[in-house]
Nanobody
Framework: QEQLIESGGGWVQPGGSLRLSCAAS????????IGWFREIPGKEREFVAC?????????YYADFARGRFTISRDNDKNTVYLQMNSLKPEDTAVYYC????????????????????WGQGTQVSVSS
């Protein structure tokens, strides 16, 4: 049973940075997709970024995240990070990490229904 535990959320002023962590336990996938999603009250869960491994590592970003956010993985710690820079008030949300033991294709990796494992979420608040 895969478990994902997020940490690193908090409050930051506009323009600031936060790094979210997603620690995975249970097993190591030979092929996987690990993603970050966010949820704003009253809105659907939204794709932020994902990291896909199928012999080579590839990263993908939502348009709003590209250039500001970076997803990465520390294999030794079995942890995935989301470095968020130049944060804006509209980035305020609960952020979730998710995983699936498949190398999702680009047409499905943004669909939260494709992921089997989810963390509990961590709140990110951006305001002055």
């Amino acid at each position: 049973q895969e478990q994902l535990i997020e940490s690193g959320g908090g409050w930051v002023q506009p323009g600031g940075s936060l790094r979210l962590s997603c620690a995975a336990s249970g097993r190591t996938f030979s092929r996987y997709t690990i993603g970050w999603f966010r949820e704003i009250p009253g809105k659907e869960r939204e794709f932020v970024a994902c990291l896909r491994w199928s012999g080579a590592r590839h990263t993908y970003y939502a348009d709003f995240a590209r250039g500001r956010f970076t997803i990465s993985r520390d294999n030794d710690k079995n942890t995935v990070y989301l470095q968020m820079n130049s944060l804006k008030p509209e980035d305020t949300a609960v952020y979730y990490c998710a995983a699936v033991d498949l190398a999702l294709i680009t047409t499905t990796m943004r669909d939260p229904e494709r992921y089997d494992y989810w963390g509990q979420g961590t709140q990110v608040s951006v305001s002055s």
